[in-house]
């Protein structure tokens, strides 16, 4: 499998083995694709651990940690994967910040906290991404955003959350025009509610009668999605937010 051969690819927010982020890393190294990817806060030992198994599919593998809350984060993400793997051609903002909050607890700190993550530090990757590629002449590249179907009904609790993940569907449909162009996809992947270990049994078994495909959603799921997003395949694709759930029907 090699559609992705001679890319290399920045993933923010691999932080867990069962993760989306890994899963993403997992597939697009299977592709042959070289990986970069960020972390914050994760497991003792688990970048060495993750490097380890990613260059086990034959291609290169750094990582760095570092809190994307920092607004001098996302040049020191692209300037390190540049010096470390080469010039990226993939970006994925997968990394995330959530808390539970509602009405009566949200507050400017809460959405202070979901912005610099969620919001600031995708909008600045992306287009300093596609500054560079500008410059390089590359002609190729791909940007692929992760949301977390907020348009497709209410999340409640979740206001400071909702809200930062909305500004990333509006930001992914106008900079892909922007950078259209340039030969650059800009495209969002929803993959909706995905078994990466943090519901309780209560909640997963509350979940799955809501899949009109019969099981819960897998980050293999939204990997697969990405592969193809990343390839010449997807090479078409623009502006969309990509609603990948197995048909959840939202009560």
């Known amino acids: 499998m090699t559609r992705l051969k001679g890319d290399i690819a920045v993933i923010t927010g ?11 890393a997992r597939s697009f190294a299977q592709e042959g694709a070289d ?4 972390h914050w806060q994760a497991e003792a ?8 198994e990613i260059r086990e599919y034959g291609v290169r593998c750094e990582d760095m940690e570092i809190d994307l809350s920092d607004p001098a984060a996302p040049l020191q993400v692209l300037d390190g994967a540049t010096e470390r793997v ?25 959405l202070d906290a979901h912005y610099t ?10 287009v300093e991404f596609s500054r560079r590629l500008q410059q390089s002449n590359q002609k190729k590249g ?9 348009g497709q009904g209410p999340m409640l609790g979740e206001l400071a959350y909702v809200a930062s993940k909305g500004a990333i569907s509006a930001f992914t449909l106008t900079l892909s025009a922007e950078v259209a162009p340039l030969g650059i996809t800009v495209n969002a992947i929803n993959p ?17 009668s809501q899949f009109l495909l019969g099981r819960m959603g897998q980050p293999e799921d939204a ?29």
């Open 192 to 208: 909706g509610p995905t078994d990466t270990g943090w519901m309780s049994p209560e909640l997963e078994k509350s979940l799955k």
């Open 35 to 38: 990986i970069f990817f960020t």
């Open 117 to 126: 993550v969620n919001v600031r530090a995708t909008c600045l990757l992306s």
């Open 14 to 24: 691999v932080s867990h083995k069962k993760g989306i982020g890994a899963a993403i």
């Open 45 to 52: 030992d688990w970048a060495s651990s993750f490097q380890k």
């Open 142 to 150: 791909r940007i692929i955003n992760l949301t977390s179907g907020q």
């Open 86 to 110: 080469g010039a990226p051609t993939i970006l994925v903002n997968n990394a995330a910040y959530s808390t539970r909050d509602g009405f009566e607890l949200l507050d400017a700190q809460t």
């Open 223 to 251: 990997a697969r999605l990405a592969v193809f997003l990343a390839s010449d395949e997807g090479q078409w694709i623009t502006g969309q937010v990509i609603n990948s759930e197995g048909g959840f029907l939202r009560r």
